[in-house]
């Protein structure tokens, strides 16, 4: 069982480049997050997804869309990257339907907006 | 809103050391607490969690109890080894329909040998 994995690992980008961060999950949870973690500021929800076919923004969500089209995959969009992007962005999924649900973490990504 | 207020690191401490880091709260309702582990170039783990008020999680050493009464969930560990050094998180997690997980800002422990 594998968890959760992301992809790409670490990307360098260019400012006003579009980019697309990969997550996916086996354990079939039903919710999905996007966080990006700063130093200092420890992690902030971008968005988030309850279950399949929907999602809701968080915290932090300007610049970012997502998307569930199923339940596994909960891909991460930055549709025009600016410098203030540069970030590690972390995936996370959860039985929600439980009431004491943990949220599970992937690897994360490294994103550099040069 | 939600808050968490954690103590500011970084923490060093020598192996066998008692370990104490302070995690307070601010919330509407009835949280979850959580305190999160991440070791170098890694994502984040559960270390422990405390669903309600008094309750105690506990896991490799570690404890926090959740006191509602000074909002409080202070890590401890009596006696730390060098494989201890992280990250540590102190997170809640709320009522609301995003059932998101609010952090602190993170405490980064060093423990020398």
């Known amino acids: 069982i594998a968890g959760i994995t992301q992809a790409p690992t670490s990307q360098i980008l260019a400012a006003g480049r579009r980019m697309t961060l990969r997550c996916t999950q086996d354990?079939?949870?039903?919710?999905m997050y996007w966080y990006r973690q700063d130093l200092g500021l420890g992690l902030r929800l971008i968005h988030y997804?309850?279950?399949?076919?929907?999602?809701g923004k968080g915290e932090v969500p300007d610049g970012y869309s997502v998307s569930r089209a199923n339940t596994d995959d909960f891909p991460l969009t930055l549709a025009s990257a600016v410098p203030s992007q540069t970030s590690v962005y972390f995936c996370?999924?959860?039985?929600?339907?439980?009431?004491?649900?943990?949220?599970?973490f992937g690897p994360g990504t490294r994103l550099t907006v040069l | 809103g939600d808050s968490v207020t954690q103590m500011e690191g970084p923490v060093t401490l020598s192996e066998e050391a008692f370990l104490t880091i302070n995690c307070t709260y601010t919330?509407?309702?009835?949280?979850?607490l959580f305190w999160y582990v991440q070791y170098p170039g890694e994502g984040l783990q559960l270390l422990l969690k405390?669903?309600?008020?008094?309750d105690k999680g506990s896991n490799k050493g570690f404890e926090a109890t959740y006191r509602k009464e000074t909002t409080s969930f202070h890590l401890e560990k009596g006696s730390v080894q060098v494989s201890d050094s992280a990250v540590y998180f102190c997170?809640?997690?709320?009522?609301?329909?995003?059932?998101?997980?609010?952090f602190g800002s993170g405490t980064q422990l060093t423990v020398l040998p």
């Open positions: 997804s309850n279950t399949a076919g929907t999602t």
């Open positions: 919330a509407t309702g009835y949280p979850s």
């Open positions: 354990m079939r949870h039903n919710a």
């Open positions: 405390a669903t309600k008020a008094d």
């Open positions: 997170a809640l997690r709320g009522s609301g329909s995003a059932r998101q997980l609010t």
């Open positions: 996370a999924s959860s039985d929600s339907k439980r009431s004491t649900d943990t949220q599970y």
